[in-house]
């Protein structure tokens, strides 16, 4: 078993199983939202315990939800079982899929592909490009190769005996995109200033964190920052399209 899926399978009991209370995490579910409608065929790749995957179905979409841990899988269904809704789990890893390509309406993929080497987030994302349907989205989250926080993750994640965290720079990330001949529509940086919550002592002032990562409804200070700086940004969710046939 790969030390990638035997450390989420332990990791399943306590992933987070609802949509993130900071602005940067709230927003991965917004940028899904927008597109959440009734008919929507969509794919939640690396989807963990479903925290989007299962809201998302309640809206009448049709979800498939892949992940490499089988634990997080079971957990999934057992908790959209629980919720009443129908969610298509499908064990596979990245950068293949075992799924149809040219089905999607939307794919999104949050939190995952910075596991994966360069090479490996090159193939990925191809892989991901291929499950849309002519006018489909997808988001991407990528890391940012600027960003102090890689090397921090980078540092776990290897203690864990990952590979470790694999970041770009903004400008490869467009081309990333366009290699796919998708048309990036939106690219949303975050934690340029909320990275420096990672330095030691950070978090001991919660009002000042609340400030900086601000929440669902109100923009924090990271937002303001990363927007300005965005070549320094810890990650962007980047929104693109396949155009659709004949445009
Ligand atoms: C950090 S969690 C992110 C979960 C969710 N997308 C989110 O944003 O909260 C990463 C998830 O991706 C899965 N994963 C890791 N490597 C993967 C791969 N190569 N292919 C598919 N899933 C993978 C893990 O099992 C885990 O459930």
Redo the contacts with the bound molecule.
């Keep these: 078993m790969s030390i990638?899926?035997s450390?989420?399978?332990r990791?399943?009991s306590a992933?987070?199983e609802t949509v993130?209370e900071t602005r940067a995490?709230s927003l991965?579910w917004q940028l899904i939202l927008e597109r959440a409608a009734p008919g929507l065929v969509a794919a939640?790749?690396?989807?963990?315990?479903g925290?989007?995957a299962i809201p998302l179905a309640g809206f009448g979409a049709t979800v498939v939800a892949?992940?490499?841990?089988t634990e997080?899988l079971a957990r999934l269904k057992k908790r959209s079982l629980e919720a009443g809704v129908n969610v298509h789990a499908v064990a596979?890893?990245?950068?293949e899929?075992a799924l149809h390509p040219e089905r999607f309406d939307l794919a999104?993929?949050?939190?995952?592909l910075l596991?994966?080497p360069h090479d490996?987030q090159i193939a990925?994302i191809r892989t991901l490009a291929g499950l849309l349907r002519p006018g489909g989205t997808l988001i991407l989250?990528l890391a940012g190769a600027r960003s102090l926080s890689l090397f921090y993750w980078r540092r776990y994640y290897r203690k864990l005996g990952f590979p470790g965290i694999f970041g770009w720079r903004l400008s490869q990330v467009k081309n990333l995109v366009a290699e796919n001949n998708l048309i990036v529509t939106g690219i949303y940086p975050q934690g340029a200033l909320s990275q420096f919550l990672l330095l030691p002592g950070a978090t001991r002032f919660p009002q000042l964190e609340r400030l900086i990562r601000g929440n669902r409804d109100r923009h924090g200070l990271d937002e303001a920052v990363s927007k300005w700086l965005p070549a320094l940004a810890e990650r962007w969710y980047v929104m693109a399209q396949r155009p659709s046939r004949g445009s």
């Design positions: 990638e899926r450390h989420f399978d990791e399943s992933y987070p993130g995490q991965k939640d790749i690396g989807a963990a315990s925290r989007h892949v992940d490499i841990s997080m596979s890893g990245l950068p899929l999104y993929c949050y939190s995952t596991l994966l490996q990925a989250d």
